[in-house]
């Protein structure tokens, strides 16, 4: 995992997009916007992944594919869907298991543009009501675990005004402010 400022040039999405003038993102950065982080080496995961699973009571998961391979003809909708700024009212729990890609996260109360470059062992959990849309790499290929509280609740609620006034999207925002 690696993580720096999106340097909001236009150009193709599965560039790196670094930007030149400012220094890179810490975990504690990350961690102060709610986004957490492990590596779990792929060799012999299965019994950490269980155990993180179990102690934050992720009881569902699936695997998926991103790539023209796994997704067919969905591939570029799919693609064009989870690069459009989104949130969810649960928490999107990630585990890259191969290829890898780009998770961008709004920081707050700046809203910069957060980029998170995660590889196979890189566990991410970005919290319920945070801002964030997802892209491959140059690899053009992420195999995920996507790991669940409950059943899997698949709904995007894209970006707009009433987004800002979701109870999730408030919940997350004074979430941070009171941790700060
Ligand atoms: C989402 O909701 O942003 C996603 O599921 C992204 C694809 S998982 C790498
Ligand atoms: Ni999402």
């Not at 997704?71 to 009212?89: M, N, S």
């Not at 849309?133 to 005004?161: G, Q």
Request: cysteine-free.
């Amino acid at each position: 995992m690696r993580a720096y400022y999106f340097d909001n040039l236009p150009g193709d999405q599965r560039l790196p997009h670094e930007s030149a003038s400012q220094a890179a993102v810490s975990i504690s950065t990350l961690n102060s916007i709610k986004v957490e982080f492990w590596n779990i080496p792929l060799q012999g995961h299965e019994e950490k992944l269980n155990a993180v699973a179990k102690e934050r009571g992720y009881r569902n998961r699936d695997v998926i594919t991103i790539s023209k391979e796994g997704l067919g003809d969905e591939y570029e909708t799919k693609l064009k869907a989870f690069y459009k700024e989104h949130i969810h009212e649960d928490e999107e729990i990630r585990y890259i298991m191969d290829g890898g890609g780009f998770f961008d996260v709004r920081e707050a109360p700046t809203d910069e543009w957060i980029r998170i470059a995660v590889s196979a062992g890189d566990l991410l959990v970005l919290p319920a009501g945070i801002y964030h849309r997802f892209s491959v790499d140059e690899r053009n290929m992420t195999r995920t675990t996507r790991l669940f509280k409950d059943e899997p609740k698949w709904s995007a609620i894209y970006r707009s005004d009433e987004s800002d006034t979701n109870p999730h999207r408030i919940e997350y925002l004074n979430s941070i402010t009171a941790a700060a």
